[in-house]
């Protein structure tokens, strides 16, 4: 029988805990739940997370200092949780590491299929693959798909797993331009929202990342009005 996943929800508010715990129960997840950043890497010391669900305020250590924390030596997904919903914010909570980013008041149904969406697409990337061909070399950067490990002039470049499969999609694409909407519908996997910057965002952050001058950039190109694109 295959081993339910298991996902970590931290907010200081029990009623909320509470919510998101019984429907993601109800879709089989095994829930584990902490009401402060410091009780949630206590938990991470002892628990094996596929997921984390992390609220941005709250009380002792709050959620930009736990999940800066959690990126020191994890990689799973997290999606934040903020009752503020102003880009800045947003765009903040992106900078720190997160892979997604929920405004309360939140549908419950919504978070649960975003859950599912990271799962499932961490899943199928860290699935074991029979061709020996894993890495994809550009003049000196390497992506290794198969240990999601990226190189560039021999230096390790620490990625968030939503920047490694950003830099994938691009890279396995060489020399053509995906939209903003071809880049999220198969990174994030599902519908692309018109009014959502975090492609950009985090192409942003994964230049910063791996170019010398993230202004004028060796790798990944802005292709004004169509969008972006890693040349041969």
Same mark, same amino acid.
């Given at each position: 029988m295959e081993k339910k996943k298991s996902v970590l929800v931290v907010d200081?508010?029990?009623?909320i805990r509470e919510v998101i715990?019984?429907?993601?129960?109800?879709?089989?997840f095994d829930v584990i739940t902490a009401c402060d950043g410091l009780e949630a890497l206590?938990?991470?010391?002892?628990?094996?997370?596929?997921?984390?669900?992390?609220?941005?305020?709250?009380?002792k250590l709050d959620g930009i200092r736990t999940c800066l924390k959690i990126r020191e030596e994890k990689k799973m997904?997290?999606?934040m949780l903020s009752a503020k919903s102003?880009?800045?914010?947003?765009?903040l909570g992106l900078n720190i590491g997160a892979d997604d980013?929920?405004?309360?008041? *939140? #549908?419950?149904?919504?978070? /649960?299929a975003r859950v599912k969406s990271q799962i499932r697409r961490t899943t199928s990337f860290n699935e074991p693959k029979e061709e020996n061909n894993d890495e994809i070399c550009i003049d000196?950067?390497?992506?290794?798909?198969?240990?999601?490990?990226?190189f560039v002039d021999d230096n390790f470049v620490r990625l968030t797993p939503r920047e490694f499969d950003i830099i994938k999609v691009l890279a396995s694409n060489i020399g053509r331009?995906?939209?903003?909407?071809?880049?999220?519908?198969?990174?994030?996997?599902?519908?692309? *929202? #018109?009014?959502?910057?975090? /492609?950009?965002?985090?192409?942003?952050?994964?230049?910063?990342?791996?170019e010398i001058n993230p202004k004028e950039p060796k790798y990944i190109k802005l292709v004004w009005g169509v969008g972006y694109k890693i040349d041969k």
């Open positions: 200081d508010e029990k009623d715990e019984i429907y993601l129960m109800n879709e089989g206590e938990k991470l010391k002892d628990e094996a997370v596929d997921l984390i669900v992390l609220d941005i305020m709250m009380p997904p997290i999606i102003e880009d800045s914010d947003k765009i980013y929920v405004v309360k008041p *939140f #549908n419950p149904l919504e978070l /649960v000196g950067l390497v992506i290794n798909t198969a240990t999601r490990e990226v331009v995906l939209s903003t909407e071809q880049i999220y519908e198969r990174v994030w996997d599902e519908h692309f *929202f #018109n009014s959502d910057n975090t /492609v950009a965002v985090h192409i942003r952050n994964i230049r910063e990342k791996i």
